[in-house]
């Protein structure tokens, strides 16, 4: 499910800087405008080098932050994988403890996966003043308490048979089983500063500036290539920023859940 507020922010930051750059590429021509007519020449020149210099550190910010996005993205799917690996060996590990307990700790851990899939299609929302994902707080202190049970549960099995060896495999794959969650519940976290993005923003509508001052030789405005230039960085602006967040926008990772899906399946 697209979060609205997260989809609302993103487009308004989008709109925001498309608008702000057409506005600052006409002030930027008019300024050129001028500085022709003071110098009395056709055609800017000897500023060239200031132009390619601030127009190669956009493009570099831009490519940090989208191969960025994009690496977190890549971990995002495979830390789904591997979370989805992890629970399949310790329910199947479970069958080392005694019959009752190992039924008893089966299905409390099939229900822990149900609430690791509900929490990530519905649990996940997005805090504007932290500027990261939030998990709910009912589908954690849930999951805080399965885990709890299926802990206490497998140390109390292990136990009365006095830490047989199937204890030596299921206690570490369990262990495995929390320690996916936890690198996954810390990958909603995990973005560049914001200052980065406020850094490619300012770029952006500098190297706007710049570009409506190089346009300035021209009699009449090229809106064809104003508005392209605009709405190329605006969308490369808003992509970057929905990898970021992809249990939200419209670039999903959800596909991947059906790993989980179909280990849930295995275990009914």
């Known amino acids: 499910m697209i979060e609205l507020a997260f989809l609302l922010f993103s487009s308004a930051v989008s709109v925001g800087f498309f608008i702000g750059s057409l506005i600052l590429m006409s002030v930027g021509r008019r300024l050129g405008a001028r500085y022709l007519v003071r110098e009395k020449a056709a055609a800017v020149v000897g500023l060239n080098a200031v132009e390619g210099a601030i127009f190669a550190l956009m493009g570099l910010v831009l490519a940090f932050a989208i191969s960025g996005a994009l690496q977190r ?9 591997q979370e989805a690996n992890a629970i399949s060996t310790a329910y199947d590990r479970l069958d080392l403890l005694p019959s009752e307990a190992a039924l008893a700790l089966k299905s409390k851990l099939k229900t822990y996966l149900g609430a690791r899939i509900d929490l990530y299609r519905s649990g996940i929302g997005f805090s504007l003043w932290e500027g990261a994902e939030v998990a709910s707080r009912d589908h954690t202190t849930s999951l805080s308490k399965l885990k709890d049970e299926i802990w206490d549960g497998a140390v109390t099995a292990c136990a009365a048979v006095e830490k047989g060896p199937g204890c ?7 262990n495995t089983v929390f320690d996916a969650a936890r690198l996954r519940n810390g990958a909603n976290e995990r973005h560049p500063p914001q200052v980065i993005y406020v850094m490619l923003f300012g770029l952006g509508l500098g190297s706007s500036l710049l570009a409506g001052f190089g346009m300035a030789a021209t009699r009449t405005r090229s809106w064809v290539h104003m508005i392209t230039f605009a709405a190329a960085l605006a969308l490369a602006l808003f992509i970057v920023t929905d990898i970021e967040f992809p249990r939200l926008g419209l670039i999903r990772v959800d596909h991947f859940d059906h790993f989980l899906h179909s280990v849930l399946e295995q275990m009914r």
């Open 168 to 174: 030596v495999l299921l206690l570490p794959s369990l």
């Open 73 to 81: 993205f890549d971990e995002r799917k495979q830390l789904i994988l």
